[in-house]
């Protein structure tokens, strides 16, 4: 069975600060895919970044980037350069295919993150 | 800009109200499914349809019926609920990769949710 968790329910940051929101894994398998979503209050589930287990290079998407340490079974969120409108609930999650097709996400249980002036 | 769109985006309804949330997508993806979500926890997973197929009930109360009349539309029809189902529930769409080496491709995006209440 797959496991996600995320150790920090809250977290607060300086506006124009870089941030890290932890993530550890659990898995068997060998190929596995992590994806982050960040969910502001009005309740959209917005996709951030996903990782490979096989990608040989952390992703990063713009101001958003990864921190893949597979020995570890860490992926961190890394947010440089904070926002105000980067408020919200972050969610770590992995990814299971499903043998009828489509996935299965696991989700940790989020990271609240506040950007203050 | 989600290409995820669900109606309505808040609904009141009483215990023997009959409704139905909707949800589209227009990504030509072939996977879609239903969550539900408490306030301050994870979506948990109901339901998951690939080419308009049911591949998982995730043990869901009968109350809640899905149905997916095409591969761009997915409903929940919602009968007898209980004030313990008031939740967001999120409606999400992914391509259809094959099991085995994990990717990317297979992302899901989600639409706004629909705010429910049940009185």
């Known amino acids: 069975a797959q496991k996600i968790t995320q150790t920090q329910p809250g977290m607060f940051v300086q506006e124009k600060e870089a941030v890290t929101l932890d993530c550890t894994y659990d898995?068997?398998?060998?190929?596995?895919?992590l994806f982050w979503y960040k969910q502001p209050s009005s309740g959209e589930m917005i996709f951030l970044i996903y990782?490979?287990?096989?990608?040989?290079q952390n992703a990063t998407e713009g101001r958003y980037s990864l921190n893949f340490q597979k020995a570890r079974k860490s992926a961190n969120l890394v947010i440089s350069a904070s926002q105000l409108g980067d408020s919200a609930m972050y969610f770590c999650?992995?990814?299971?295919?499903?043998?009828?097709?489509?996935?299965?996400?696991?989700f940790g249980t989020g990271t609240q993150l506040k950007v203050e002036l | 800009d989600t290409e995820v769109t669900q109606t309505p985006k808040h609904l009141v309804m009483g215990m023997t109200n009959k409704k139905s949330l909707k949800c589209e997508q227009h990504?030509?993806?072939?996977?879609m499914y239903w969550y539900k979500q408490k306030a301050k926890k994870p979506p948990e997973l109901m339901f998951v349809?690939?080419?308009?197929?049911?591949?998982i009930n995730e043990s869901v109360p009968s109350r809640f019926s899905p149905e997916c009349p095409n591969s761009s539309l997915l409903n929940l029809h919602l009968h007898a609920l209980q004030p313990e189902d008031s939740a967001l529930y999120l409606c999400?769409?992914?391509?259809?990769?094959?099991?085995?080496?994990?990717?990317?491709?297979?992302?899901?995006?989600f639409g706004p949710g629909t705010r429910l209440t049940v009185l």
């Open positions: 999650a992995m990814r299971e295919g499903l043998t009828g097709g489509g996935n299965k996400l696991t």
């Open positions: 990504m030509g993806h072939r996977a």
């Open positions: 349809y690939s080419y308009e197929k049911l591949s």
């Open positions: 990782q490979g287990s096989y990608d040989e």
């Open positions: 898995t068997s398998d060998q190929s596995y895919g």
């Open positions: 999400a769409s992914s391509q259809v990769f094959p099991s085995g080496r994990a990717s990317g491709v297979d992302t899901q995006y």
